[in-house]
């Protein structure tokens, strides 16, 4: 139950986690680049430094005004969502910071992957270090320990089976960004995993109609981007009714 003085704190802690979006559009932005290809450090037209050029809400360089990283303002909206119902719902100490931190680092992910169908593993590892961490100062029952375990490596394997199954076309940055979506919200509930899951293939499954109508139908779907959407979500509605 919140006490009168964590409910006093709830705006400035939103304010601090919207505080954070412009450094969260560097990342995409940095990290938005195919394959191959070295971490954008620079606007591809002009060569403007890509720090602040590529931080403001617009999501255009300030110089030639040309696109970078995250949609406008898409960003902001996600993760006012995100954090605002996880300041709100209750969560507070050591938990709060996790899911913030946990939050942040697969909004990233998605955008990421959403752009340039890219997983970028020391993103996904960052966040995973970060929410287990946090997570070990967080009081909570052994169990929790169990379950988000053993949810990381549940999720991981079915989508590494699904991997070498298509043979590629699941790529492993899908297999390891299971792991910090597994232990996330496995901590709060194992069912959680599953209707995560499944959310996040209902709604890829979903957008095919529209993909095939701004004649995309022939590009991989980014899987990640929709899981990380579910998963978020999921984490989000749960800690706000539990």
Do not use: K
Not at 149 to 167: D, F, Q
Not at 191 to 198: D, E, K, N, P, S
């Amino acid at each position: 139950m919140s006490t009168p003085t964590a409910t006093r704190h709830r705006p400035r802690q939103l304010a601090y986690a919207l505080a954070v979006t412009p450094l969260l559009r560097w990342l995409i932005a940095h990290h938005s680049v195919p394959a191959g290809q070295p971490w954008r450090t620079r606007c591809q037209v002009c060569a403007t430094s890509l720090w602040p050029a590529g931080c403001a809400p617009s999501g255009r360089c300030h110089t030639c005004r040309t696109r970078l990283g995250a949609p406008p303002y898409m960003l902001e909206l996600a993760a006012l969502a995100a954090t605002g119902l996880l300041i709100f719902s209750g969560m507070h100490g050591w938990e709060l910071a996790a899911y913030l931190w946990w939050t942040a680092g697969l909004l990233v992910l998605a955008f990421v992957d959403a752009a340039v169908l890219r997983l970028p593993h020391r993103l996904t590892a960052t966040t995973t270090a970060g929410t287990v961490v946090l997570l070990a100062f967080a009081d909570n029952p052994h169990t929790s320990w169990w379950t988000a375990t053993i949810g990381a490596a549940v999720l991981a394997a079915y989508y590494a089976v699904i991997h070498l199954a298509s043979r590629g076309d699941l790529g492993l940055g899908d297999v390891a960004v299971a792991v910090p979506i597994g232990i996330a919200l496995g901590w709060l509930d194992w069912r959680l995993i599953v209707a995560a899951t499944v959310l996040g293939h209902v709604a890829a499954v979903a957008s095919l109609p529209l993909r095939r109508r701004a004649d995309q139908r022939h590009t991989p779907i980014p899987m990640g981007t929709y899981l990380i959407a579910a998963s978020i979500t999921t984490v989000a509605v749960a800690a706000a009714i539990r």
